[in-house]
């Protein structure tokens, strides 16, 4: 089956640290990628995407590449602003166009 | 281009009341989704519609509740009786195209629904 496991929150870093959240998937086929972001109060926003194995998405300093040996698409960023305080989550798609979530991970950015 | 738009963005209800939920996608998009956040919780796909015609309603709890899709616009989610495990956020999301065809999900602000 489809399914996102990402690391467990919350994460509380200090302005200008550099971010990793984890992620990895179980899927069958060849899903494409992706990372939302929820902002307090709103909806979920496109991050970033990556369609194929080796792809690179990035977006405001995000990135985030797509393994397909390690099954993994991590979230990264060199340095983090109070403004990126938020819940990410990790999803994959696959044949038709269903979206698997993970449980989000919540980071707080201190300044 | 405007977003997916959804309301209410608050509600209250007591249990066993019945509640529905709008949602206008953006222009254009020819499939349209609706997702249970419960708090703490990844989103959860209840149905899927392809312009008018349901694609995927398999986590839809059918007994209580039901959506459509006139005119393969507009939505509206309803829950009738209402129980105290359906307090969550209600998202919509839009895509241009969905079928067999992976497509960026837009999503809209949400419906906060709360059970008393």
């Known amino acids: 089956g489809n399914s996102v496991t990402q690391m467990e929150g919350p994460v509380t870093l200090s302005e200008e640290a550099f971010l990793t959240i984890n992620c990895t998937y179980t899927a069958t086929g060849y899903p494409s990628l992706f990372w939302y972001v929820q902002y307090p109060g709103e909806g979920l926003q496109l991050l970033l995407k990556?369609?194929?194995?080796?792809d690179k998405g990035s977006n405001k300093g995000f990135e985030a590449t797509y393994r397909k040996e390690t099954t993994s698409f991590h979230l990264e960023k060199g340095s983090v602003q109070v403004s990126d305080s938020a819940v990410y989550f990790c999803?994959?798609?696959?044949?038709?166009?269903?979206?698997?979530f993970g449980t989000g991970t919540s980071l707080t950015v201190i300044p | 281009e405007a977003g997916v738009a959804q309301s209410p963005r608050y509600k209250i209800i007591e249990k066993r009341q019945s509640v529905a939920f709008w949602c206008n996608p953006i222009s254009g998009h020819a499939t349209l989704y609706w997702y249970q956040q419960i708090l703490g919780q990844g989103p959860k796909l209840l149905i899927q519609f392809q312009n008018n015609g349901v694609v995927d309603d398999s986590q839809l709890p059918k007994d209580r509740f039901s959506a459509e899709r006139l005119k393969g616009v507009d939505s509206t989610l309803k829950i009738q009786p209402a129980k105290l495990e359906d307090s969550a956020v209600y998202l919509c999301?839009?895509?241009?195209?969905?079928?067999?065809?992976?497509?960026?999900?837009?999503f809209g602000p949400g419906t906060r629904l709360t059970v008393l």
């Open positions: 990556a369609t194929k194995a080796d």
């Open positions: 999803a994959l798609s696959n044949t038709g166009n269903q979206f698997y």
């Open positions: 999301a839009s895509s241009l195209v969905g079928g067999s065809h992976i497509d960026t999900q837009y």
